[in-house]
């Protein structure tokens, strides 16, 4: 019984690969010229329903100003492991951001969206910003955005 056990337990790590294929994503976004400070961004993934599942990048490190970008802060509920180890530095105008990560194929083409909200400092928040449905179609397609983002695209 004992040998039946290990031998189910290894047929299963063997076969967990399979299942769970993730693929490096590049996402990219260019900021338009708007003057003032740093833009906060973050990219996250929604279902097809909208509803939040996953932080892919947070742009901007302070905490504090998380909040002002609200259809994440909404989704994630601000919670520290959605984003610890996975920011970095606010962007500013005119310069652009790329970052890759990794992406779960189980993703690609099954009706998920990658959204990107914005924020500046003494400005306007854009909730999902942008919002391109994560598609084999959709990738390296540049789209405008509708605040401070200028245009984005992700690569895979």
């Not at 993730?22 to 961004?41: E, F, H, I, K």
């Not at 973050?42 to 947070?58: E, I, N, P, R, S």
Request: glycine content about 12%; proline content about 3%.
């Amino acid at each position: 019984m004992k040998m039946l056990v290990t031998a189910a337990c290894l047929a299963g790590m063997a076969a967990l690969p399979g299942l769970v294929h993730a693929r490096p994503v590049t996402l990219s976004a260019d900021l338009q010229s708007y003057g003032g400070n740093g833009a906060y961004l973050v990219f996250y993934v929604t279902d097809a329903a909208g509803k939040y599942q996953k932080t892919l990048w947070v742009a901007g490190k302070k905490a504090k100003y998380y909040k002002h970008l609200s259809g994440w802060a909404r989704g994630s509920g601000l919670a520290a492991r959605e984003f610890d180890g996975i920011s970095g530095a606010s962007v500013g105008s005119g310069k652009s951001l790329k970052v890759t990560v990794e992406l779960a194929d189980a993703l690609i083409d099954a009706g998920y969206e990658i959204r990107v909200d914005s924020a500046v400092e003494d400005g306007r928040d854009y909730p999902a910003e942008v919002r391109v449905p994560l598609s084999k179609a959709n990738a390296r397609k540049a789209v405008p955005g509708r605040g401070y983002i200028k245009s984005f695209a992700f690569d895979m």
